[in-house]
């Protein structure tokens, strides 16, 4: 139980290197530049996550769903990858909505 | 500090990043992808509430309702889209700044790359 959540994220972030993959909607359309947006966007969704735990607004709940492991006070590892699929899924449906049409070239 | 004024000082950077982002899309010639972002701001609208709401019925995460607006669509408290919103401006915007240029013009992705082929 205590790596449910864990693998439900994994699960979840193979679906989006399938689909980036597939359709050359992000790391396949510019690694360079989206391994810049995931790490800046991880790091930066990382900070608001501390500043909101510090302050007390929020916290984590007490589940056997997630491994206990914490990368700092109140922050799961879980969260880590939670953040990296937000990441992907928001430029994978971008680079969807801007991908290249099928076309013949003259 | 509550939680919503924790969130608007957070995307002070973010709205600064959409601003240059703007900025050089415009030096570029190029038109900003109004629909994709519209798209894509509706697909983590859904994405969001739904687990948002799973989280927090699963007991993932809690929150000091002191601190929040108690205005909430299921279980999720509204400030959570911040973070939703803040990726759909700030993740397409940084890309714009450090992608090739060439990526960035809709309908025309991997454009370089054709033409590298050919």
Known sequence: MGILYLTALLLS???QVLMDHRFRLFFWRDARAATVV?????LFFLAWDVAGITLGIFFRGVTDLMTGVLVAPELPLEEVFFLTLLCYV???TVGWFTRRRAEVQA | MTYLALNALFFVPVAVLA???LRVQRRRGRPVPWAALAGTGLVLLVA???FDNV???LDIVDYDHDLTLGLRVGLAPVEDYAYSLAALVGLPSLWVLVARPATTVPGHEGDDLVTASQ
């Open chain 1, 38 to 42: 995931v790490v800046v966007g991880v």
């Open chain 1, 13 to 15: 972030l193979g679906g």
């Open chain 2, 19 to 21: 601003l240059l982002a």
């Open chain 1, 90 to 92: 928001t430029m994978n």
């Open chain 2, 55 to 57: 989280l927090i019925a």
């Open chain 2, 48 to 50: 969001t509430t739904v």
